[in-house]
């Protein structure tokens, strides 16, 4: 799987394996089990990072880690991805958003890795490394991901 990185020009390639393992170090501080890490992996291709990763933000594993408590999750956010704490203006700015949006967590955490793109792009990071599909197939954007269809070759769709 090819993924760009913000802080660079060049093209690498990742394992969604290891980049699920890698978020379930960082955030959850375990390793993922066979059972998740297939769910997840199968997310990162269907779905792309950004909500994979939302998702495994949003888990309950997660939001218990924190006091399963709103002010927690979000103390959370910032500390995991942002590498900060949050002022107390940002605090009650994503904590009113978290009760507006009805508690979902993943919904939160998917807004947040969003707003903190230009953060981490000041950095040289990103939250997620941005998805290019593969050569083989061509691609367009979707509500829910890429739709997929095999690359044109020689005039006509086909290996």
């Given at each position: 799987m090819l993924f760009l990185s913000t802080g660079s020009a060049r093209a690498q390639y990742y394992d969604?394996?290891?980049?699920?393992?890698?978020?379930?170090?960082?955030?959850?501080?375990?390793?993922?089990?066979?059972?998740?890490?297939?769910v997840w992996v199968q997310q990162v291709?269907?779905?792309?990072?950004?909500?994979?990763?939302a998702g495994i933000l949003g888990s309950d594993e997660y939001y218990a880690r924190h006091g399963s408590r709103p002010e927690g999750f979000v103390q959370g956010l910032?500390?995991?991805?942002?590498?900060?704490?949050?002022?107390?203006?940002?605090m009650h700015s994503w904590v009113s958003r978290f009760l507006v949006d009805g508690g979902n967590r993943t919904q939160l955490a998917q807004e947040f890795l969003g707003a903190a793109q230009p953060a981490l792009a000041q950095q040289g990071?990103?939250?997620?490394?941005?998805?290019?599909?593969?050569p083989a197939y061509g691609a367009y954007p979707a509500p829910y991901g890429y739709y997929y269809y095999p690359a044109r070759r020689w005039g006509r769709y086909g290996w």
């Open positions: 969604p394996a290891q980049l699920v393992q890698s978020w379930y170090a960082r955030y959850l501080g375990r390793q993922a089990d066979p059972g998740g890490l297939s291709r269907s779905f792309g990072p950004v909500q994979a990763q910032y500390a995991d991805v942002l590498g900060r704490t949050a002022s107390r203006r940002e990071l990103a939250p997620a490394p941005t998805y290019v599909p593969a």
